[in-house]
């Protein structure tokens, strides 16, 4: 599938700013049934940028902005082309071991609720696989999707599972703590899902969990939909937890407060046209 992404994230200050670091992971990567035509980085002010990557692979880039500065505009658009592979990942940049992934993350550690309900998904599916599915497929009726979450805030995994209620955040993390409970490698992913039905651009990306399965490897599982990665995703950056993985993270000198404003749009010309 031919996907094209617009991703537009604008700070305003209540005051001016003498400068701003940010550090962004927008970019993704090319491996097996994802492949980059292209991509780019625009900044509607004076600024240096800094490609790299960080420790999990992901692709990186520092944004430095001196000021004074009241707002900043941070687009990135580009094309990808992607295959079905039934959320099964090979071909990615893969530094580190999967055994880093069992550590416990401020988003997604597990508590005993979420510990009994992995342990009751592993009984009655009787392999790692099928609890993975029967995860995802448990989360999914258990925590609604919320259109409004709280804001400026990202829970933890144990404060979702208790709330019955989340965003795309929450229901990542949830599967994050509940797999690791089980001693299996988790990891959050961050990237853009298309969606036929959309009715105008939304005010986030995506995010889901990917989950190191004995004999498969490492495999997607988004349980907001109760569905595994197909065409219709693009796999941006990975981490822990959401934090590790964030589009957008920064610093700023200079007093006020902040306002946020984001854009994104995922089209498929064929598919829309």
């Known amino acids: 599938m031919r996907l094209i992404i617009q991703h537009a994230t604008i700070y305003s200050f209540a005051e001016p700013q003498s400068r701003l ?21 625009d900044v509607d002010c004076d600024a240096r940028l800094k490609a790299g990557r960080d420790g999990h692979g992901n692709e990186t880039t520092m944004l430095y902005v001196n000021g004074p500065i009241r ?18 990942v090979g071909g990615s940049p893969e530094p580190l071991p999967p055994i880093l992934y ?20 592993l009984a009655d599916a009787g392999d790692p696989l099928g609890a993975m599915h029967a995860l995802m497929a448990g989360i999914h009726r258990r925590i609604a999707f919320d ?41 959050f992913v961050s990237g853009y899902l298309f ?10 990306g995506h995010g889901w969990a990917e ?20 065409a219709n995703y693009v796999r941006v950056a990975t981490g822990l937890d959401h934090g590790e993985a964030a589009p957008l993270l920064g610093a700023r000198t200079g007093g006020g407060s902040e306002y946020l404003e984001v854009s994104v749009s995922v089209t498929a010309p064929e598919v829309t046209a």
């Open 195 to 204: 969606r036929s039905n959309d009715d105008g651009p939304r005010r986030a």
């Open 21 to 41: 670091v940010q550090l962004l992971r927008v970019t993704p990567s090319s491996y097996a049934g994802q492949n980059v035509v292209d991509w780019q980085i």
């Open 102 to 121: 069992t550590r416990p993350s401020p988003y997604a550690a597990p508590d005993r609720a979420i510990a009994e309900f992995a342990a009751a998904a």
């Open 71 to 88: 707002r900043i505009r941070v687009a990135v658009a580009g094309e990808v082309l992607t295959d079905d592979k039934a959320g099964m």
């Open 147 to 187: 259109q409004a979450p709280p804001a400026n805030r990202v829970r933890t995994a144990a404060e979702a599972f208790a709330a019955d209620k989340g965003s795309y955040l929450d229901h990542a993390h949830v599967m994050i703590a509940a797999a690791r409970s089980l001693g299996l490698p988790t990891r």
């Open 211 to 230: 989950v190191h399965v004995p004999d498969y490897g490492w495999i997607g599982f988004d349980a907001v939909n109760d569905h595994c990665p197909d």
